[in-house]
């Protein structure tokens, strides 16, 4: 695990010309937010680039088997989650409400 400091995103182009800045995650793990290629709607990837994947409570190494462990997120997508992520910066938990309970 790495101590918690700031991300300090610092975007730069990749090669094919969209922003993409890398971070590591409470880990240590490789992560990056990254503008998509998407033709027909603006999109971002999200996520781990590589190192560990945790499947439910099993721990599976690097190059034991392969995850796409990156979001591909529409704005619309993204607008919905800004909530639920605001509420746990403010409140340090998920908030619950019945219309967002799985039934």
Known sequence: MIDEKKLNLKFQPTQRGFLKAEFKDYYGDDCSIQMS????????????????????????????????????????????????LQFFVDNGSLPIKKAMLKK
């Open 37 to 84: 290629s998407l033709a027909d709607r603006e999109a971002i990837w999200l996520g781990r680039d590589g190192g560990t994947h945790y499947l439910g409570t099993q721990v599976v190494e690097k190059g034991d088997y392969t995850c796409a462990a990156r979001m591909h997120l529409t704005r619309k997508q993204v607008k919905e989650l800004l909530p639920v």
